[in-house]
């Protein structure tokens, strides 16, 4: 389709809404924005910036994404601290937390702060705001992690830095801490032109089924997410056995590899093994993804999130706008985006997610208002301009805090 620009999405959003976010630009035009990860390959950090990034410099705000590589040492205490935050039981010692110091000093000397305004992701990069007194700065803290019931050591250092920053952006107000500096809530979006969201033919959802050996002929159950502890795989597979009695239908359980996470092959080899020799259960490891991702929810009856813990989940947006029926578990960002009933169907336990699952596939007419109402919701609330939008107006306030903003 070429370079996607701010008015491609006017068929989405309207002409109003993409005057509105010009007017906000233009309040906005005399800053730099730097935005810094610790990766830029994968995730969905990086999909959201990847069409972020480029949407605020053409509407002539400098817009700027530097990806720091973290020492291999400190990505693994990251990822101990990062499974913390998200209530994991975890160890940890007095050198690590000492380590951490010492190898972010390393990360200081490999950033170079050029933003006006600094939004800062990722766990293994928080301290460089102690950046900040080499230029003239507002930051941001961005945390895209269920904060809801961190674990306290790690909680109690990491707020050390964290208040530091002068806003924190969280993805639901359930992850609210107390801190003392303001909290936001600037929940995560999609891309609809992306190749995760764009619409397939029906020649390229065909050769995606064949490539991993998936059937048209039963009813697709799937459930797309990382593979680890959190995602409630097991309890997936417990639903679909459940549904199998009395509904021949076959689960498709998929992700990419994941880049640097050790659980992945401990999480794979216990599925595998609860799978046992069920030729309707398809464990995939995709990569790339993308359009793998996609095809296999167009072609889905119904889409699963089953998630034991879980941030906002984007893949439950992605499925909401392929207008399909999703069954979500009460947890995390889930129910902003899905009212029960209306917009989807969430559930507490397997027996709830496979009693949901089997009204959609006895029921066509449930299946398509889900995914009818699903996909206006993401339009709404979920897309790109949106997140864009809600952006421009935290600057503002980081600029003009206490004063009123309007748009005329």
């Not at 559930?347 to 029921?363: H, P, Q, S």
């Amino acid at each position: 389709m070429g370079t996607i620009t701010i008015g491609h999405y006017e068929k989405f959003i309207g002409r109003n809404a993409v005057d509105e976010l010009k007017i906000l630009a233009s309040r906005l035009k005399t800053s730099t924005i730097q935005f810094i990860t610790t990766t830029e390959q994968s995730g969905s950090i990086a999909e959201t910036l990847s069409r972020i990034v480029p949407l605020l410099n053409e509407l002539g705000i400098k817009a700027l994404w530097e990806a720091i590589e973290p020492d291999h040492d400190l990505t693994a205490i990251a990822k101990v601290f990062h499974d913390g935050l998200r209530g994991s039981a975890v160890h940890t010692t007095t050198d690590m937390f000492q380590k951490f110091m010492a190898l972010d000093d390393d990360m200081m000397r490999k950033a170079s702060i050029k933003g006006d305004i600094v939004l800062m992701y990722d766990v293994p990069a928080l301290a460089l705001v102690h950046k900040r007194h080499e230029h003239e700065s507002k930051w941001v803290w961005n945390c895209h992690l269920d904060l809801s019931k961190p674990d306290p050591e790690i909680w109690h250092f990491l707020k050390g830095f964290i208040e530091e920053y002068d806003t924190a952006c969280l993805v639901a107000p359930a992850f609210f801490q107390k801190i003392q500096i303001p909290q936001f809530f600037i929940p995560p979006s999609i891309d609809p032109f992306s190749e995760k969201n764009r619409p397939l033919s029906q020649t390229e959802i065909t050769t995606v089924l064949k490539k991993y050996g998936l059937s048209r002929k039963k009813p697709m159950i799937v459930q797309i997410g990382r593979f680890d502890h959190f995602k409630g795989h097991e309890g997936v597979i417990e639903a679909y056995r459940m549904v199998k009695r009395y509904n021949d239908c076959q689960l498709v359980l998929a992700s990419g590899k994941g880049k640097g996470d050790p659980d992945v092959d401990e999480v794979l080899g216990e599925l595998r093994e609860k799978a046992g020799d069920d030729p309707d259960i398809h464990i995939l490891v995709m990569d790339p993804a993308d359009i793998d991702v996609n095809a296999l929810q167009q072609n889905a009856a119904v889409i699963v999130q089953k998630s034991v813990k879980e941030g906002f989940a984007l893949t439950v947006t992605e499925a909401l706008w392929k207008a399909k029926p999703v069954v979500a578990s009460l947890v995390g960002g889930m129910p902003l985006q899905i009212t029960h009933n209306y917009s989807g169907l969430l559930c507490r336990t397997d027996v709830g997610c496979a009693t949901n699952i089997r009204r959609v596939l006895n029921n066509p007419g449930l299946a398509k208002k889900l995914g009818r109402n699903g996909r206006e919701a993401v339009k709404k609330n979920f897309l790109s301009t949106r997140q864009l939008k809600d952006y421009m107006l935290l600057f503002l306030y980081l600029y003009y805090p206490g004063e009123v903003i309007s748009l005329y």
